[in-house]
Structures are given as structure tokens and as C-alpha cells.
């Protein structure tokens, strides 16, 4: 793995150059491990409904007492799309993600807060909590599942010694809610240094038709943009390239860094 296009794990992989938005490429994560549902129980693809079944489903049978820190801490499979980054992409990623924020402001700038840091989709994988637990950043996890969401919370009332924020909300229509006045002072417009998108436009480019998934990808990306602070910065993570579609043409007026 490793931050920036076919770059090593040094700095300036991870320098900002412009004020326009910008991404950096995708985290290698090793193959995807899928626990399958019924097709006849699922709701309509990466919904509310669809996820809050599939977490029904893993709650029966996983583990949840473990280090929410350390990879597998849940009882998935360490480096799965469930259970989230293997040790060595978690390090890297931690790694990337100190890089990105030490360059979010110009020399003169003087920091007098935290840098905020928004997971998309944090699942249950290990990042968040490791995040949050450097103490560098103020961490919220963006999370579409209620079920998830009140399972997380659970968690973060066992007494470690610092505790990201769950949010329940969709990425794709942040704007619009705060347009007609649903605002949460968490989720405010150009308020986050750096958007940490932990598989989300992979599953919503799974979506289909191909248009659906088009469209699901750029509403998505808008929202981040919304949120993103003018120095602001996206990683993501990704199973696949993302120099095909339909990430290329969302990601046409990104600059890559």
C-alpha cells in the first residue's frame, strides 16, 4: 500500500499543491470477503434498510468485545470489507493520514484548533478508533446504518480514553438537508480538513444500473466537496482503480496529489 499514484510512503506523496479539492488514490486492500444475505430478505442495494440488515446479520454471529483499535478487534476478518485494514494497511494509513493533515495549511497559518477528520463508512474496521485514539484530530465517523450506528455508540461508552463521534447520515445528501434546514453543527459547509472515504464509492459504484452508480458516486463526491474546507483533502480506499468509470468522469475536476 501506499499514498499517492504508484508513489512510496515519503512526504511529498502526500504534499498539497492547489486550492482546488483533492484526492488522494486508493489504498491496495487484498480481496474482498462478502458475507452473502438471502437474496429474498435484502431491501434495495446499499440502502438504509440494506445495511441495517446485513449489520442484523453479523451482530448474531461476531464477537464484539475486542480492542475496536487493533485489526480483527470485532471478530472480522482482519484486511476484509467487513472486518476492515490488516495491520500493515492500518499503519500506512495512519501514516498517510498525519502526512495529509501536517500540509492542510499554508506557513503563515497559524493552527489554533483540532483538524477535523470525516470517515465515511467507518463499518467496523479499526481505522476510526486508532484515529482517534493518536489524539491529533477531532474524528466523526458518517455512518447510514442505525443499526451500526447505536451498535458503535455501545462501544464507545466502554470508557476509552477518547471516543469518536457517530453520526447517522448519507454523504450524497448532506447539502440538501442543511438547504432545508435539517443542520447539525457537526456537518456544517466547509468545516472538515480531511474526508477519509473507507469503501463507500466502491459499494455505491456497485450499485446498479451503471447509471444509478454514476449517479450515487457524484452526488456522494459533491457532498464531500460541500463539507471540505478550502485545503481540504479526500482519501480513499478502494478494492479497484480509480482510473476507470464511473470514478473518472467524478473525478474529472478533482486535482490528484
Known amino acids: ?20 479539492p483533492l484526492w488522494v488514490v486508493y489504498f491496495f486492500l487484498g480481496t474482498a470477503v462478502v458475507e452473502p444475505l438471502d437474496a429474498s430478505q435484502q431491501p434495495a442495494q446499499m440502502t438504509q434498510d440494506w445495511w441495517d440488515l446485513h449489520y442484523k446479520t453479523v451482530f448474531e454471529t461476531w464477537n464484539m468485545s475486542g480492542d475496536p483499535r487493533k ?5 472480522g476478518a482482519a484486511g476484509s470489507l467487513s472486518g476492515g485494514l490488516n495491520e500493515a494497511d492500518l499503519d500506512a494509513a495512519l501514516l498517510c493520514v498525519k502526512q495529509l493533515l501536517a500540509n492542510r495549511a499554508g506557513p503563515h497559518v497559524q493552527q489554533r484548533r483540532l483538524p477535523r477528520i470525516l470517515v465515511l463508512g467507518c463499518g467496523l474496521s479499526p481505522l476510526i478508533w486508532s484515529l482517534t485514539d493518536q489524539g491529533y484530530a477531532d474524528v466523526i465517523c458518517l455512518e447510514i446504518s442505525q443499526v451500526l450506528v447505536d451498535k458503535l455508540r455501545n462501544v464507545a461508552a466502554r470508557g476509552l480514553r477518547k471516543q469518536p463521534r457517530f453520526l447517522l447520515s448519507d454523504i ?24 477519509v472515504d473507507e469503501n463507500v464509492i466502491d459499494g455505491l459504484a456497485c450499485t446498479f444500473p451503471p447509471s444509478a452508480a454514476a449517479s450515487s458516486v457524484h452526488r456522494a463526491l459533491m457532498g464531500a466537496r460541500w463539507l471540505m474546507r478550502p485545503r481540504g483533502k479526500l482519501l480513499t480506499f478502494s478494492f479497484v482503480p480509480l482510473e476507470g468509470p464511473p470514478f473518472r468522469a467524478a473525478l474529472a475536476d478533482w486535482a490528484r496529489v
Open 71 to 75: 485489526p480483527g478487534g470485532f471478530g
Open 172 to 195: 450524497a445528501t448532506v447539502p440538501h438537508k442543511w438547504r432545508t434546514g435539517r443542520r447539525h453543527r457537526f456537518l456544517m459547509p466547509r468545516s472538515v480538513d480531511l474526508i
Open 1 to 20: 500500500p501506499g499514498c499517492g499514484a504508484g508513489s512510496s510512503n515519503d512526504s511529498s506523496s502526500c504534499k498539497s499543491t492547489s486550492n482546488v
